[in-house]
């Protein structure tokens, strides 16, 4: 069975401050692992996949098979990027299995 | 810039009353998610259809949800009975399939069931 773990459920950093967002999976196949973030009460959407290996907003992720780990850093955190942030595992099938989500709170 | 709709953004109604959430997703694509998002358990799949065929529904509470798509352009979710632990936010996705896992949100309805 795949499983995705976010162990942290809120994050509070200052401003300036780098962050990682922690997320473990699970899983017996080859992994695509994504990462998505929601802003106060909208939809969610992609912010970057292991695949595609580039930054967004200045955010990276490394895919690590070895620590089955696929944690997303920034190293100067902005007041514009507290939102809920979730990480999540595809399968062949197309599904996605997300984790509990992490609540980022960049304070100035 | 396509995008998932859905339709109603904001529902309240009462206890008993039937409640039908649709959802338009993106042209071309052939998958179709309806997800619940709540504070105590986050996002939980309800239901998957590839080319409109229901192929997950795991997820949802049988007795009281059902989940279809009558065209490649609608796909809805209904409760009846509504109840107060059904208030969440329902959130549909689509994707493109194939080798792509990636999903395209929509914008949510919130729902309010006193």
């Known amino acids: 069975a795949q499983r995705v773990t976010q162990p942290e459920k809120l994050l509070s950093v200052f401003k300036g401050a780098p962050v990682e967002l922690k997320c473990n999976y699970s899983y017996s196949g080859s992994p695509e692992l994504f990462w998505y973030v929601q802003y106060s009460r909208q939809r969610l959407q992609l912010l970057l996949r292991?695949?595609s290996r580039e930054s967004i907003k200045g955010f990276t992720a490394d895919l690590n098979k070895g620590e089955t780990s696929f944690h997303l850093k920034k190293p100067f955190a902005q007041e514009e990027d507290s939102a809920m942030y979730y990480c999540?595992?595809?399968?062949?099938?197309?599904?996605?299995?997300f984790g509990g989500g992490t609540r980022l709170m960049v304070k100035p | 810039d396509a995008r998932v709709t859905q339709t109603p953004r904001h529902k309240v109604t009462e206890m008993g009353q039937e409640v039908t959430m649709r959802c338009q997703p993106i042209l071309g694509h052939n998958t179709v998610f309806w997800y619940r998002q709540t504070m105590m358990q986050g996002l939980e799949l309800l239901a998957y259809f590839r080319n409109r065929a229901p192929l997950d529904d795991s997820g949802m509470p049988k007795d009281r949800f059902s989940a279809e798509m009558p065209d490649a352009t609608l796909a809805t979710l209904k409760i009846q009975p509504s109840e107060p632990r059904d208030s969440a936010v329902y959130f549909c996705?689509?994707?493109?399939?194939?080798?792509?896992?990636?999903?395209?949100f929509g914008p949510g309805t919130r729902l309010t069931v006193l």
């Open positions: 292991h695949i």
């Open positions: 999540a595992l595809g399968n062949a099938g197309n599904m996605l299995t």
């Open positions: 996705a689509s994707g493109p399939g194939g080798q792509d896992n990636e999903q395209f």
